[in-house]
């Protein structure tokens, strides 16, 4: 099913992701996840509902604040039923993509 793509607001520390409003973001579909990394190695663990939720994924990024990373979902991207938690470690910012 074809549906229109948003993008968040950039986190830079954990929290819920919201939309350009900004309100918090409730069920969607994460098709991509665009990173900011700093000097040091990271990583963003995306979780259902909030800092207990189930983790749907975790991206870990190089140690390079130059070297931004973009990563495209397959298919219709990672379904979240509640809301899109990200809990952020040595990140410069992370926005996604959902619909």
Not at 23 to 52: E, F, H, M, Q, W
Request: with cysteine.
């Amino acid at each position: 099913m074809q549906t229109d793509v948003l993008v968040s607001v950039p986190i830079t520390g954990s929290g819920q992701f919201t939309d350009q409003t900004p309100t918090n973001l409730a069920r969607c579909r994460v098709k991509a996840v665009y990173i900011i990394p700093t000097a040091t190695a990271g990583s963003l663990v995306l979780r259902d509902g909030g800092s207990g939720g189930a983790v749907k994924a975790t991206l870990n990024t190089v140690a390079s604040a130059s070297q931004p990373t973009y990563i495209l979902f397959p298919g219709e991207g990672l379904v979240f039923q509640t809301a899109v938690y990200g809990a952020v470690t040595n990140l410069g910012s992370a926005t996604i993509f959902y619909g």
